[in-house]
């Protein structure tokens, strides 16, 4: 080192030492002591309910706020609310309602449907979670899979309390005979013209019900239970599902009504506003849908949300889905002779939810 910067050097290291002497001084004064985070007892009704948990946490402390109340409700576990049908009654309609609430994560599918509990659960655990939209923890995650309400394990319902003891459970149900009808559409209908879907569905009909019905008559309970977990995935599954009284057996005697929300899917199809009330009361979160939200598409009959982001927009999902295919006012429908067989079948079934629901659950 030359002679000549050996001062200079001495002159930047004594500078840089005062400097740090002085910031350790000044941090120690009274002066620039930061007061403490204001401490809050997070009950905010922004909030769902399930997470309003008093954790008293800092307001600024978000990273521990929300990574507490999840560890105080379900673990950090997925998911908090699981539709479980009934399929075609307007499941994947609410799901993309819900998509535009804003406290809600869904799963990465364009169905939502994962399947955990029935085809996915050797995939673990961490499968199942790593599908949820990560982002917000507050948010409740919601998935919905349509074949839970009837699918095989009979172990479905205590499976998910497994997970998460704090589930909550959505059932739309809706008028089993359009159900079938719109059921068969969705999965036979792609190859035949609209105008034949009638036709096509009264041969279906013929062919499959006088197997289900023979089967029914006079089995115990647990034989027909048998066979509907051989054929709920086969091409009696549309007649199959809308047997809801025998199904929700199951579901009621592990969910109690704060923790299973049974809701009439044809009054959601006439008049949606009260019902998605009812629904975000019983989800605990803020009612971002209200009952102006919802104005009738007169075309189709079908209604359509003002989202809460952008209220001057409709948000409509005949076109979005490709739903509609059945219940629309100008889509053609099943003959009248087969409805009336479908609906004598159901009959016994439909009359026995009504015992198990009471009166509200009648479908006209
Ligand atoms: N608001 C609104 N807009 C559009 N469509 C509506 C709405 N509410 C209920 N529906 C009816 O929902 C039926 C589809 O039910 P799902 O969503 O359960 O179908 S799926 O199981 O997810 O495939 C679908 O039945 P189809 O008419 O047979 O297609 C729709 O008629």
Redesign the pocket.
């Known amino acids: 080192m030359r002679d000549n910067t050996r001062p200079v050097l001495y002159a930047i290291c004594s500078s840089l030492l005062l400097l740090v002497l002085c910031m350790h001084l000044l941090n120690n004064s009274q002066i620039f002591k930061m007061p403490p985070a204001k401490r809050i007892t997070v009950t905010q009704d922004y909030k769902p309910n399930r997470r309003i948990v008093s954790t008293n946490l800092p307001l600024d402390d978000k990273y521990n706020r929300t990574e507490e109340i999840s560890k105080a409700t379900n673990q950090g576990k997925v998911p908090d609310v699981i539709g479980i049908g009934v ?7 609410y799901m993309k309602f819900l998509e535009k609430h804003g406290y809600f994560r869904f799963p990465s599918f364009y ?1 939502y449907e994962t399947e955990y509990f029935t085809r996915n659960k050797h995939k673990g655990l961490s499968w199942y979670m790593s599908v949820f939209d990560p982002t917000p923890n507050e948010k409740l995650a919601i998935e919905k899979t ?1 074949h839970y309400l009837y699918a095989k394990p009979s172990s479905i319902p205590d499976d998910i309390l497994q997970l998460n003891s704090n589930a909550k459970i959505i059932l739309l149900l809706c008028n089993p005979t359009p159900r079938a009808y ?1 059921c068969f ?2 999965h036979y209908g792609k190859g035949i013209s609209s105008k034949d879907w009638p036709f096509a569905f009264e041969h279906y009909v013929r062919k499959n019900l006088p197997l289900v019905q023979q089967t029914l008559a006079n089995s115990p309970r647990q034989d027909i239970e048998k066979f509907i977990f051989a054929n709920w995935n086969s091409n009696l599954e549309c007649i199959i599902a809308g047997l809801y009284s025998f199904h929700i057996k199951r579901w009621q005697s592990r969910f109690n009504e704060s923790h299973m929300m049974i809701i009439n899917g044809e009054k ?2 006439q008049n ?1 506003g009260p019902e998605y009330i009812k629904l975000q009361k019983f989800l605990g979160v803020p009612e971002m849908f209200q009952e102006k939200d919802w104005v009738k598409n007169n075309t ?1 009959g ?3 949300l003002r989202p809460p982001n952008n209220r001057s927009t409709l948000y ?3 076109d979005q889905v490709k ?6 006012l100008i ?1 053609a429908k099943p003959k009248r002779n087969i409805t009336m067989w479908l609906n004598n079948f159901y009959r016994p079934y439909n009359d026995e939810l009504v015992q198990l629901l009471g009166k509200k659950f009648l479908w006209n």
């Open positions: 399929r075609k009654c307007g499941t994947g309609v169905n349509p719109s559409v969705h959601v199809m949606p189709t079908h209604f359509c409509c999902q005949d739903k509609g295919r059945t219940r629309s889509a």
